[in-house]
């Protein structure tokens, strides 16, 4: 079964501050990984997908993740935060080859509480 | 357009209760997914539906709880005997497919008291 580590459970910064919410994902022969933003009182919103391609995936509001294969890792960053970009983000996985049943079903991190200070 | 919507956003209940929570998804989509947030944890998978038919129903945590969508449409999760345990917000997502990009509702808060 796929597991996803989020190595910080809170990430303080300050406004336009680089940042980087890290994640690693257990070992397979092929994932697909994306990462979901949650502002307060709203429902997780898509930022970025990895499924194939380029490593370097750039998303919405300017964040970008790159795949490393060999760590297992997809760490999310942005050149410069924003207040507006407080919120929480979730790493997840899911295997593109698994049965067309189960290919949706996607397995979270816990989760990186990003903080912006002004 | 309209997006996912969860009702109620929030349900009280006491311990022992039958609780249902509602999911009305993105119009056309025919994958549905039920996912639950405990408290400071990331969603998991409960259940999902591709039409009418529950494809994978691994997550589902004991016989209590239980999902419906009788139409490919709206879907209902029942948790019958309700336990403090089951208290965490529960996330609808629909899809295109299932390997279309999922969009989430804003989810039911549910209290077990």
């Known amino acids: 079964a796929q597991s996803v580590t989020q190595l910080d459970s809170q990430v303080p910064v300050f406004e336009e501050a680089p940042v980087e919410l890290r994640c690693n994902y257990s070992s397979s022969v092929s994932v697909y990984l994306f990462w979901y933003v949650q502002y307060p009182n709203q429902g997780l919103q898509l930022l970025l997908k990895y499924l194939s391609g380029s490593t370097l995936v750039k998303g919405i509001n300017g964040f970008e993740a790159e795949f490393n294969k060999s760590q297992t890792s997809f760490h999310l960053r942005k050149p410069s935060v924003h207040i507006s970009d407080t919120a929480e983000y979730f790493c997840a996985v899911t295997d593109p080859n698994a049965g067309g049943t189960s290919y949706g079903k996607l397995t979270f991190g816990q989760g990186t509480i990003l903080t912006v200070h002004p | 357009g309209a997006g996912v919507s969860q009702t109620p956003s929030n349900k009280v209940t006491e311990k022992g209760k039958y609780v249902e929570l509602r999911c009305d998804p993105i119009?056309?989509?025919?994958?549905l997914y039920w996912y639950r947030q405990s408290l400071g944890q990331g969603p998991e998978f409960l259940i999902y539906?591709?039409?009418?038919?529950?494809?994978?129903d691994s997550g589902l945590p004991n016989d209590r709880f239980f999902a419906v969508r009788p139409e490919g449409s709206v879907s209902t999760l029942k948790i019958q005997r309700t336990e403090r345990g089951d208290s965490a917000v529960y996330l609808c997502?629909?899809?295109?497919?299932?390997?279309?990009?999922?969009?989430f509702g804003p989810g039911t808060r549910l209290l077990v008291l």
């Open positions: 119009s056309g989509h025919t994958a």
């Open positions: 539906f591709q039409g009418t038919g529950a494809a994978d």
């Open positions: 997502a629909s899809s295109l497919g299932s390997r279309e990009t999922q969009y």
